[in-house]
């Protein structure tokens, strides 16, 4: 019996895991450990001791600028892995909190090596996310310097909605944002009232609807073109990768 691992379900969105491959990403989730809402996981600066793996909720990774605001680098959906960054430093870069009441599986340094020494299909894999990661992050860095408001809103909650669409094949045109307003500015460079401001237009335009805090993204084409946006989450070239051993 192989034992469940979200973040293998994630992977094998992508190809077919072997079951030693989910066994050996099934350890690094052995100790859950429950977050409330709020609470910090980790703080830039600190000694890195843990990696971890998102089972329930979510997290986001910030920064604080010099003038006092927050820079919103990434929010985490189940099955993502949480500190790629942390890996290639003994200090974390980023501060981690828990954006719901939320489930995160810890692990060590080492028991990546373990895991990247004895499964190179599953370390391919990695370096495959992590690349898409930042080739997503890329193009936010791009939408802050170079387009309007309304492009940087459109873009985002595509990019929410294609990323959860990864793990949940039941979404269709409409997610649960679970992001306050202010949230959402940090992550886009905008104030909360821009934010405000802009999703309002969309509903008045017929782009988007919300109810209960849930999005339904009512003319996709027409957001994508908006946002000149590109799903990073589809497409990949899966061609190079090792076979299983």
């Not at 919300?210 to 073109?225: A, F, H, Q, S, V």
């Amino acid at each position: 019996m192989v034992a469940t691992s979200c973040f293998a379900d994630r992977l094998a969105k992508h190809v077919p895991l072997s079951d030693a491959e989910k066994k050996a990403l099934a350890r690094l989730e052995e100790n859950p450990r429950k977050v409330k809402r709020g609470a910090m996981i980790q703080r830039v600066n600190e000694t890195v001791t843990e990696l971890f793996v998102l089972r329930e909720g979510r997290v986001m990774s910030f920064v604080i600028l010099p003038d006092g605001s927050r820079q919103i680098l990434r929010v985490y959906f189940p099955g993502d892995f949480i500190g790629s960054a942390s890996t290639i430093y003994s200090r974390a870069p980023e501060s981690l909190v828990a954006l719901s009441d939320t489930i995160v599986c810890p692990f060590d340094k080492h028991a990546l090596r373990r895991l990247l020494d004895e499964y190179p299909r599953v370390a391919a894999l990695l370096f495959l996310l992590s690349n898409a990661e930042r080739v997503a992050l890329t193009d936010r860095l791009a939408s802050l310097g170079r387009t309007s408001a309304r492009a940087r809103v459109a873009s985002f909650l595509l990019d929410i909605f294609d990323r959860l669409r990864v793990t949940d094949e039941g979404i269709t045109d409409s997610f649960d944002l679970k992001l306050t307003q202010e949230e959402i500015g940090d992550a886009i460079g905008l104030t909360s009232v821009h934010v405000n401001r802009m999703i309002r237009q969309m509903e008045q335009e017929g782009l988007i609807s919300r109810t209960n805090g849930r999005i339904t993204l009512r003319d996709m084409g027409r957001l994508e073109e908006i946002g000149h946006y590109t799903n990073r989450h589809k497409d990949m070239d899966l061609d190079w990768l090792p076979q299983p051993g």
